[in-house]
């Protein structure tokens, strides 16, 4: 049995037992992920297409480990005007293992994703947020420079 995975703006085939490299996903190693974006289930001669997605499909993976890409250099340059920028990059990736590839007929076993934050945990953030506020110190400072240099114009 394989399934068509989507993650990180990517799909993956999948197996059980397979061991794939995605963009980074926020877990920890050895901690149980579940992939619900199912596009495309295969068994055989058996095979479902979702629209978008395959209902109650999911597959579990273990995090094997958090690491990341090869170094990327990226070159630019303009003829004829002397000018060359150059910037490297290296990708965060997540290694996973994949352990079960659940269909409708099964339930889920193992833990859901996180869930959101509630508005109740961004309340005290807000309140926080105002109390920050220094603008008025700025403004005292910015009198005494223009002083300073009126004098300087006098002597």
Known sequence: ?????????????????????????????GELVTLSDVIMLGD???????????????????VVSQTRGPKIIIFRRKR??????????????????????????????????APAKSAADEKPAAKKAPAAK?????KKAAPKKAATKSAAKKA
């Open 80 to 113: 004829r005007k002397n000018h060359r920028r150059t910037q490297g990059h290296r990708q965060d990736l997540t290694l996973l293992k994949v352990t079960d590839i659940l269909t409708s007929a099964k339930a889920p076993a193992a833990k859901k994703a």
């Open 134 to 138: 220094k603008a008025p110190a700025a």
């Open 44 to 62: 055989g001669a058996n095979i479902t297409i979702g629209k978008p997605k395959v209902a109650n499909a999911a597959v579990e993976a273990k």
């Open 1 to 29: 049995m394989y399934a068509v995975v989507k993650t990180g703006g990517k799909q993956y085939r999948v197996s059980k037992d397979d061991t794939i490299l995605v963009e980074k996903l926020d877990a920890q190693e």
